[in-house]
C-alpha cells in the first residue's frame, strides 16, 4: 500500500478534515472546516461558500459526505445539505426545513433509493421519484440524529442524542 500526504500547501483548504467520499468518476471529494476539495489525482478544485451565489455550498464547514447509487455527491454542511450538478458544476441546496437549517450529521441511502438525513434538527427523508422531503422530527426520540443504517429486513437504526440545555 502506498500512501499520499496532502496539506494546505498542496491544495487543501484546511488541515481539519471532516468527511470522504469517492465518486463513480474516481474523484476524491474531501470535506473540510473551511471548504470541500475534489481531487483529480493531481490536483484540488475547492468549493466554498458565497454569500452572493445561491449555487455555492450552503456553508464551508463540510460534516458529512456521501455519493449515491446514481453517483450523485451529497454534502452535509454545518448550514444543510446539498447535492452536486456535474453537468452544470455546482451545487443545489435542499431545504429540510422551512423554520431553519441546521447541521448535517449524516446521509444515508437505503435499499429503495431514497436519501435519508440525520441533522441537528431531525430526521429527514428525500423520495428523488416524487421530489418531496418528508420531516420525522416529532417521531424519533432525539432531536440530533448521527447515523442512519437498515437491517437486512428493511427496518432502520438510528444514532441519536437529545439536545442539551443551555
Known amino acids: 500500500m502506498s500512501f ?23 474523484f476524491m471529494w474531501i470535506g ?11 490536483r484540488f478544485k475547492v468549493y466554498r461558500y458565497n454569500a452572493k451565489d445561491s449555487t455555492s455550498l450552503s456553508s464551508n464547514h463540510v460534516i458529512s459526505l456521501f455519493t449515491d447509487s446514481k453517483g450523485v455527491v451529497w454534502a452535509g454542511t454545518s448550514a444543510g445539505l446539498n447535492r452536486y450538478n456535474v453537468k452544470l458544476d455546482r451545487f443545489d441546496r435542499i431545504p429540510l426545513n422551512k423554520a431553519r437549517a441546521g447541521g448535517v450529521f449524516c446521509i ?14 431531525g430526521l429527514f427523508m428525500m423520495d428523488e421519484k416524487g421530489g418531496s422531503v418528508v420531516s420525522f422530527q416529532n417521531k424519533t426520540a432525539g432531536n440530533i440524529i448521527k447515523a442512519i443504517s437498515e437491517d437486512k429486513k428493511n427496518g432502520y437504526g438510528l444514532a441519536q442524542t437529545r439536545d442539551l440545555p443551555a
Open 32 to 42: 473540510t472546516v473551511d471548504g470541500l476539495c475534489r481531487y483529480d489525482g493531481l
Open 4 to 26: 499520499h500526504h496532502f496539506s494546505v500547501e498542496q491544495g487543501l483548504p484546511n488541515y481539519s478534515v471532516i468527511s470522504l467520499t469517492q465518486d463513480k468518476l474516481g
Open 108 to 121: 444515508y441511502e437505503d435499499s429503495q433509493e431514497r436519501i435519508w438525513v440525520g441533522s441537528i434538527i
